[in-house]
């Protein structure tokens, strides 16, 4: 079976700097890869998926993902972080036919004035 | 597109009683609806597949007794807590699956925040 990683539990970054969240996968084949968005008390936005193809995926929002196949890892970037940006970040991992995903613990993040 | 609506938002009850709540997926139609239980600070638990005019299929550990799940439509799955008690608050989250095998995305709703006294 999959699994994700999210080593990071929470991240302070001050807005306007640059923000990178880890994500590592565990599955024998290639997965179709996901990170979503939680505000508080909402549901999920899909930020970006990986499926085939470019590894470097784009997003909503100005975010981008990378996709490593050699370290396993799925990492989010955003270049200028905005105050709106604070949230928690899930990375997810498919596979199979049976269209489950597995989550991370999630990263939480903040941003500071 | 691609949206998902959960209703109600946010619901409270009282010990014994049962609680509905809706997914409807509004501009698309899901073969496939899943329900998440999570918990605060913590991630997404899958409770169920739901499945359009089959039985759901539930995770281990939790009871199908306890969480009814019908999947009357492609647009519409219900999940009815019945005789609920304090340990069932929570906050669960449906999403809607679309796509086909090789490049299926989930979408979630907003979720119900449900508090059992």
């Known amino acids: 079976a999959q699994s994700v990683t999210q080593p990071d539990i929470h991240i302070t970054v001050s807005e306007g700097a640059s923000l990178e969240l880890r994500c590592n996968y565990s599955?024998?084949?290639?997965?179709?890869l996901f990170w979503y968005v939680q505000s508080p008390g909402q549901g999920l936005q899909l930020l970006l998926k990986y499926f085939s193809g470019d590894t470097l995926v784009q997003g909503i929002k100005g975010f981008e993902a990378e996709f490593k196949r050699s370290q396993s890892s799925f990492n989010l970037r955003k270049p200028s972080v905005h105050w709106s940006d604070a949230a928690e970040y899930f990375c997810?991992?498919?596979?199979?036919?049976?269209?489950?995903?597995?989550f991370g613990a999630g990263t939480t993040v903040t941003v500071r004035a | 597109g691609a949206v998902v609506s959960q209703h109600p938002s946010r619901v409270i009850c009282k010990s014994g009683t049962s609680v509905k709540i809706e997914c409807r997926s509004l501009d698309f139609q899901a073969t496939t609806m899943f329900w998440y239980r999570q918990f605060p600070k913590q991630s997404l638990m899958l409770m169920a597949t739901s499945n359009e005019g089959s039985k759901a299929t539930y995770e281990q550990g939790v009871e199908k007794d306890k969480f009814l799940i019908n999947h009357a439509s492609l647009t519409l799955s219900t999940l009815t807590v019945t005789s609920a008690h304090p340990e069932d608050s929570s906050f669960y989250i449906c999403s809607a699956s679309v796509g086909g095998a090789s490049k299926n995305i989930q979408y979630f709703g907003a979720g119900t925040r449900l508090s059992v006294l």
């Open positions: 997810a991992v498919g596979a199979g036919d049976d269209y489950k995903l597995s």
């Open positions: 599955y024998g084949a290639t997965p179709y």
